[in-house]
């Protein structure tokens, strides 16, 4: 009673701080709301309210129907959105918002086809049947939010609490320069206003309802109080002072009491609504239509016609400054709001939203673009202006130095950042731009850290499961474990068989059958094995077989091979360039001697040929002539003769090969194995041509006494030759053999011997075989 008599009374209150800009409502509030028309194309974001995203229940190419849904909204804070019109979804993309940071969102485009075919409406006349939750729920599907510019969802603000709300104030101030949407609507529908707050107190049940107007708008106070016939509603003037129109300003100056620090409205009892807002709820309750136009304010220089209009949820900007003569001028800007707390826009493809209240476009010399701001100068002029009596140079820098701690306990969350700093600030510092970065920083990073709580208590949540299952699996084993070793233990009192012990057993007996296995196995791989390694000796063995003819090739081989051995080590010893000169006088020696061998084993050969030729048999002998026996016999001791020659002649030059003085080096070594290799070669070739040749004439009747005679000279004579080379070539041997090494002196001693062996051998069947044929 007190609050309603001091109100009659004409008794307000006043809050800190506060400016007076110039109000420059008119030209736009003197003439009549308008109709800004049909867009060829509407742009519906999902998102216009404070709150989350509504879930879409349209898409692309469906026809819809005036004032049907678009989306459908799963919990309160979601807020659906309708269609402003008849026509076609064409498409459901991002594009720009209308937003301070320009962002692109999901929008709902929407061709209009001109018809503008509302869908079936359900209109209500007895409303004092319809409870609080039909009223709230019809509220709600209405897609109304507050159109004061907050967007705050209607319905749950006007939802029952715990106290009570005892006043309930209509906020028709609109204090801002330039903005009379709320004026005009006031002028033209006060009394579908009057019937909105009606539903409104139907539904929060106050004790006393005040519409608050500022007192610059005498023909708005006129017609409300003019249509208010309650008296319960109270139409109060209150003075012309920024920001009298926020929420917490204007309960001050109503009640004299101040909204708590993180606290609502409703913690002292009131509620505050826009008188917007309360014509929406009049047209959603009343006559069944959901928000999908609202009156906006065009204004600023730069329009040709300055009004306000009825405006389509969705319209594009562009369409506007189009519609009402927009002529850009130097530095053109589009501000989407009044110039205290509105945003200049991106870019005109921005549509008109449910918060929407204003158009401005002003010119260069109507209001200047923002200016280059100074260093703070600490005047304290914004926190003389500051409405809400916070410190707005402190702000300022914890804001700039990004000190979030520092910013929450300067109460930075109860800024509404009206701008009034700003615009009292002699260095022309953007205050507001600086809370609003601030502002978002802070809940980002409380979202994060709500996210991090939330992960954390996930995880432990889990931690505690699955040590909860891990401790239910041991128990469950202990406990089947302890049954069976209950019934096992039952088993063998019973004198059945210990299952305990027939599974060792049948364990020890299958793995003593697989080492068995095992052992098998490995016995018949060796096995294999050893099969594989003998017929692999034995083909090396039938590889390496020869006849008795490959010795002296053999022999040959090993002796080059050491040879070719030795002058490899010569070069390694680096001795080659001390004793080339020797070696070259060696090589030649060894070389002619090499030589005369190979006149004179080429002799024998011819000799031998010769000797064999008038070899016949007794059946053939009285057919030659006496002169060819006589002419092969001379033929045959020429050859001889010539073959004994040049065996002398190499036995004398094949002592040249060793050296007779000075100290032995590893090339003469090599070069007198070869020479003493090739010369028992030699030795062991002339045997065999002497008993060739001893064999080859063979006595016949034809041959005459002188023939055998001679015959039987060379043969001995050849004999002898052959024994003289073996015993040289024994002699040379020691010589010509290097000590290099145990394993070549044992190899080199084998060969000699077989060698003179070889040669003995020869000998003997040289000295038999005339014997015998003689």
Known sequence: MSLLANLQAGKLHDFHGGIHPPERKAPANLNPIVDAGLPEELVLQIRQHIGQPARLRVKVGDRVLKGERLTDADNPMMIPVHAPTSGTITAIEQRPL???????????????????????????????????????????????????????????????????????????????????????????????????????????????????????????????????????????????????????????????????????????????????????????????????????????????????AWVRIGTPVRYLLKRFGFTPGPEPRVIMGGPMMGFTLHTAAAPVIKGSNCVLAPALDELSPPVEEQPCIRCSQCADACPASLLPQQLYWHARANEHDKLNSHNLFDCIECGACAWVCPSQIPLVQYYRVAKADIRQAQREAELAEHAKKRFEARQARLEREKLERQERQQKAAAERKARMAEQVAAGGEDPVAAALARVKARQQAEDADDMAAARAARKEEARRNRERKAAEAAAGAAPAGDDKKDAVAAAVARAKARKAAQAETGNEAASAEQSADDKKSAVAAAVARAKARKAAQAAEQNDATPATTPAEAPA???????????????????????????????????????????????????????????????????????????????????????????????????????????????????????????????????????????????????????
């Open 98 to 308: 209308c937003h301070p940071s320009g962002l692109d969102g999901e929008c709902i485009i929407l061709a209009p086809d001109g018809r503008d075919e509302w869908r079936p409406r359900f209109p209500m006349t007895d409303l004092e049947a319809l409870g609080t939750d039909v009223l709230l729920e019809r509220i709600h599907e209405a897609g109304i939010t507050g159109l004061g510019g907050a967007g705050f969802p209607s319905h749950i603000k006007l939802r029952p609490r715990k106290k009570a709300i005892e006043t309930l104030i209509i906020n028709g101030v609109e204090c801002e320069p330039y903005i009379s949407a709320d004026d005009r609507l006031m002028r033209e529908h006060a009394g579908e206003i009057l019937s909105g707050v009606a539903i409104l107190r139907q539904i929060v049940q106050p004790g006393l309802t005040v519409i608050a107007v500022e007192d610059n708008k005498p023909e708005a106070l006129a017609s409300l109080r003019e249509a208010n016939t309650s008296e319960n509603v109270l139409v109060v003037p209150v003075p012309t002072k920024y920001p009298s129109g926020g929420e917490k300003q204007l309960i001050e100056i109503i009640t004299g009491q101040q909204v708590p620090h993180n606290g609502l409205p409703a913690d002292i009892g009131i509620v505050v609504q826009n008188v917007g807002t309360a014509f929406a709820v009049k047209r959603a309750v009343v006559d069944d239509e959901p928000l999908i136009q609202r009156v906006v304010t065009i204004a600023g220089e730069c329009f040709a016609e300055k009004c306000n």
């Open 624 to 774: 030659e002539k006496p002169a060819d026996d006589k002419k092969a016999a001379v033929a045959a001791a020429i050859a001889r003769a010539k073959a004994r020659k040049a065996a002398q002649a190499a036995e004398q030059n094949e002592p040249a090969t060793v050296p007779a003085a000075g100290p032995e080096t590893p090339a003469d070594d090599k070069k007198a194995a070869v020479a003493a290799a090739i010369a028992r070669a030699k030795a062991r070739k002339a045997a065999q041509a002497a008993a060739q040749n001893e064999s080859a004439p063979a006595a016949t009747p034809a041959e005459k006494p002188a023939d055998d005679k001679k015959a039987a000279v060379a043969a001995a004579v050849a004999r002898a030759k052959a024994r003289k080379a073996a015993k040289e070539a024994e002699q040379a041997e020691p010589v010509a053999e290097p000590t290099t090494s145990a394993d070549d002196d044992k190899k080199a001693a084998i060969r000699a011997a077989v060698a003179k062996a070889k040669a003995r051998r020869a000998a003997a069947s040289n000295q038999s075989e005339p014997e015998d044929k003689s």
